[in-house]
């Protein structure tokens, strides 16, 4: 397969990625540092910590939501700093669902916050999974054209 057919895909992804409002301004931001830049690698660096990251901390609110008694500021703090990391790529739609969860950690709502664990964990792992078919995209594009980033 050529590259022009693999750059047309990763096109394609990346706008609706956009269009689902999965990633913001913030993420098109990174992909400017990395063009003007020319650091190849910088944005699949990014996304990549973000990712693990991400799963750490979600995993973290995980287990002490399950706890008997549960510790919402250290809930809370988990969350914030998801939030951050979100906004920092650009994650838009896992941002705005933080900011949500945030709410029920201030109400101390066991239930609340369950459920917006489980919003957030489905919509990391959309995201997470548009990224890791837009990072093999970009390997794909970069084995034709080693140029290219």
Do not use: W
Request: glycine residues 4%.
């Amino acid at each position: 397969m050529a590259a022009a057919p693999l750059r047309e895909q990763l096109s394609a992804l990346l706008s609706s990625m956009f269009s689902q409002g999965l990633v913001d301004e913030q993420f098109e931001q990174l992909q400017m540092l990395q063009d003007e830049g020319g650091t190849p690698g910088f944005v699949a660096e990014v996304v990549t910590l973000f990712c693990d990251d991400a799963e750490r901390i979600i995993a973290e609110i995980a287990t002490l939501l399950e706890q008997p008694i549960v510790s919402f500021d250290k809930v809370d703090a988990f969350v914030h700093q998801l939030k951050g990391s979100s906004a920092s790529v650009g994650a838009q739609k896992v941002k705005f669902t933080c900011m949500q969860f945030r709410q029920f950690c201030q109400e101390k709502s066991r239930d609340g916050c369950l459920m917006a664990l489980a919003v957030v964990r489905n919509e990391f792992y959309d995201l997470r999974n548009k990224f890791q078919t837009m990072l093999q995209l970009e390997q794909q594009i970069q084995a034709y054209d080693p140029k290219q980033q």
